[in-house]
């Protein structure tokens, strides 16, 4: 973007800076939206702060200051402590503003919350998304909405600065329930790149060049895109951390259980990542799961072999 951008009405909060928030909330400045930020660890917020926007102290007091408050944290009980827990959200936030949350959590608690929301004439679209580390850099991530239309629509301007695919699944809860089937396909994809450059590499074929194949074939995905290459030089820095992806895996089979529903490919793939939890890397990127297959393999996958 070339120069300042022109300054936009809306004023929005945004609470939760990590690998994906910060990128996210750079990008709300960029699009020349009036921001207040918050972090628990407050130094991650130095960053936004250089560029223009305001720190506050509390999640009460980023909703005090604004229309639109977006919350993007690790789990559920994060999600109700900064909406519904002491000095958060819901003590500062006016009638007729809306809270987006877009994390990943529980689509039943999603409602609960946006049930204790609308008591006090306050709107909330669950708006989770995907990505990955990338596409909220780029500001192009898919942005799954569940909620009242309406309000997506005024805040649509606010999802477009991240965003390039909004799509509207439902009511409240929905969002969460179209991310979850979205982390179903992108675990069971890891295991499947994995397995595919396992075998290639076991059988003695250049997995480099079984990649550049499989990629311009019907075989291709965003994993076999941005994850496989990273396998093949051992980079495992993470885009989206395995305890988080466990953390998504985790919340799908409990609401599978709830709906009496099998889903044998997803729990296998939660259980191999256990395999990569157990040793202590948890922090690493969900591709680690081929560190699993490897180790009952007894070879390793990379590049030059």
Not at 3 to 10: D, N
Not at 132 to 144: D, F, N, V
Not at 255 to 274: K, R
């Amino acid at each position: 973007m070339q120069g300042k951008p022109a300054a936009k009405t809306l004023r929005v909060g945004f609470i939760g800076l990590g690998i994906m928030g910060e990128p996210m909330a750079e990008n709300l400045l960029k699009e020349g939206f009036p921001l207040t930020v918050y972090n628990r660890t407050q130094q991650k917020a130095a960053g936004l702060k250089t560029a223009g926007a305001r720190v506050a102290d509390s999640p009460r007091e980023v909703a005090a200051e604004a229309e639109i408050i977006i919350t993007i944290v690790s789990d559920t009980p994060d999600v109700r402590s900064v909406v519904l827990g002491p000095n958060g959200v819901i003590e500062g936030v006016r009638a007729g503003s809306i809270v987006i949350d877009m994390s990943t959590i529980s689509p039943q608690v999603t409602r609960d919350i946006a049930a204790t929301l609308k008591a006090k004439g306050v709107q909330m679209l669950d708006a989770p998304v995907s990505g990955g580390q990338k596409g909220a850099i780029e500001g192009t991530l898919s942005i799954m909405v569940g909620g009242d239309s309406d309000a997506l629509e005024r805040a649509r301007p606010v999802l477009l600065a991240m965003g390039k695919t909004i799509t509207h699944i439902g009511s409240n809860g929905m969002g969460q329930v179209c991310k979850l089937a979205n982390q179903i396909a992108v675990g069971l994809n890891n295991l499947a790149v994995s397995e595919s450059l396992l075998y290639a590499m076991k059988a003695g074929a250049d997995p480099a060049k079984v990649l550049q194949a499989l990629q311009g074939g019907a075989a291709n995905s965003w994993a076999f895109q941005n994850l496989a290459p990273k396998i093949l030089l051992r980079d495992f820095s993470p885009g989206f951390m395995v305890k988080l992806q466990q953390k998504d895996l985790r919340l799908v089979l409990d609401a599978a259980s709830d709906l009496n529903l099998p889903l044998p490919g997803t729990a296998l793939t939660h259980q191999l990542y256990h395999a990569v939890e157990a040793r202590s890397e948890g922090n690493e990127g969900n591709h680690a799961l081929i560190k699993s297959l490897e180790a009952l393999a007894g070879i390793q996958v990379k590049a030059g072999s």
